[in-house]
């Protein structure tokens, strides 16, 4: 069945970089699109970007400048990296698969909670 | 970017009552999509295109509306129902989000 998984680091420092990978199984990134989205604690969801199926992307424009989404797809991988994080970074990073053909998401990994904190 | 506007942002039912949670855009969108978010969980999809229930939704649950104006109804509510609910529209970059209406159970 559809899964996503997200691992990284629970806890950066400010002005540092976030790295955070979603492993995916159950479908193939080349025929399929995947959204990173974010939730900080006790707030409502915010879309940070998204890699589509033929490796392009997209971004929110709020976090463009310091944001990067890529993947391997020999090893059903999807990475996300941001700069220059800050304590309002904070949050739950869930990557998601986007339903082919239309711009909702129909599977959810469990999420990889981080915190930026010295 | 359109904002989507979620009302109320929390309210309470009692067992059996019929609810309903709207979903404001600021600009005309194609269809709305619902997730529900149970407390500590990561959020599911639970309407989609407006209407469509997501697999393993209850039909107690339906969804319609158009233009900038979509709600999502629970014809009789029950205690598994409390939860979380935000509205997304997909038809213009960047996607959005409302910000949630909480339902309790009375």
């Known amino acids: 069945q559809v899964q996503l998984k997200e691992s990284g680091p629970g806890l950066v420092q400010p002005s540092q970089t976030l790295s955070l990978t979603c492993t995916v199984s159950?479908?193939?990134?080349?025929?399929?699109?995947v959204h990173w989205v974010r939730q900080p604690p006790g707030k409502g969801l915010e879309w940070v970007g998204a890699?589509?199926?033929?490796?392009?992307?997209d971004y929110n424009s709020a976090l463009k400048s310091r944001l990067s989404i890529s993947r391997d797809t020999s090893k059903s991988q999807v990475f996300l990296k941001m700069n220059s994080l800050q304590t309002e970074d904070t949050a739950i990073y869930f990557c998601t698969r986007n339903y082919p053909g239309t711009f909702f998401m129909d599977a959810w990994g469990q999420g990889a909670s981080v915190t930026v904190s010295s | 970017e359109i904002v989507l506007t979620q009302s109320p942002t929390t309210m309470a039912a009692s067992p059996g009552e019929k609810v309903t949670l709207t979903c404001r855009a600021s600009?005309?969108?194609?269809?709305m999509h619902w997730y529900q978010q149970r407390s500590g969980t990561s959020p599911k999809l639970w309407i989609y295109e407006t209407s469509k229930l997501a697999s393993g939704v209850p039909n107690r649950f339906s969804g319609s509306g158009s233009g900038t104006s979509y709600s999502l109804t629970i014809n009789s509510m029950e205690t598994e129902d409390a939860a979380t609910y935000y509205c997304q529209q997909g038809s213009s970059y960047p996607l959005t989000f409302g910000s949630g209406t909480k339902l309790e159970i009375k």
């Open positions: 890699i589509w199926s033929g490796g392009s992307t």
């Open positions: 159950g479908f193939s990134l080349t025929s399929n699109s």
């Open positions: 600009s005309s969108v194609s269809y």
